[in-house]
């Protein structure tokens, strides 16, 4: 049985506060399971953690740059990419094209092209083309099933 799996990994700068670090993370995937040291801070959950990302990415209406990069980034059943640490202590999703100076935040998604689905569809002017329920979507990852 497959599974979705959320990982998140950012480093702590010298001149960071982990509080905002970790408030950076809980903005975009509330809910993880946080191993918090002085230089690193680990998150992992599950498909639930995913959800505000879900929403933040119609709001911003970033569908269409997600998919890509999430879709660029695919290996396997595994997708990996980063989001603006600056962005997402604002509550913003943002994808720079490298790591920032200041770090970003490190997120590794494992469930196949079918979350990417999920998190974002493809689109017609910006509309999903069809949008699946994080139910069916756990349902079709147990199954082994492509959405």
């Known amino acids: 049985m497959r599974t979705i799996e959320v990982t998140i990994c950012s480093f702590v700068r010298p001149t960071e506060r982990v509080e905002k670090v970790v408030s950076a993370i809980e903005n975009i995937f509330p809910g993880l399971i946080m191993d918090i040291r002085a230089d690193r801070i680990e998150a992992y959950n599950g498909p639930d953690s995913l959800k505000t990302l879900h929403e933040l990415l119609r709001r911003q209406e970033i569908l269409d740059t997600a998919r890509k990069v999430m879709l660029r980034t695919l290996v396997g059943n595994t997708t990996a990419f980063q989001l603006s ?16 100076a200041l770090g970003s935040l490190h997120v590794q998604i494992t469930g196949g092209e079918r979350v990417i689905n999920w998190l974002a569809p493809e689109t017609v002017n910006g509309v999903p083309v069809r949008e699946i329920d994080l139910c069916e979507l756990g349902e079709a990852v147990q199954d082994g099933a492509d959405v």
């Not at 640490?85 to 790591?99: C, T």
């Open 85 to 100: 640490k600056q962005a997402a202590l604002m509550g913003f999703v943002s994808f720079p094209p490298e790591e920032e």
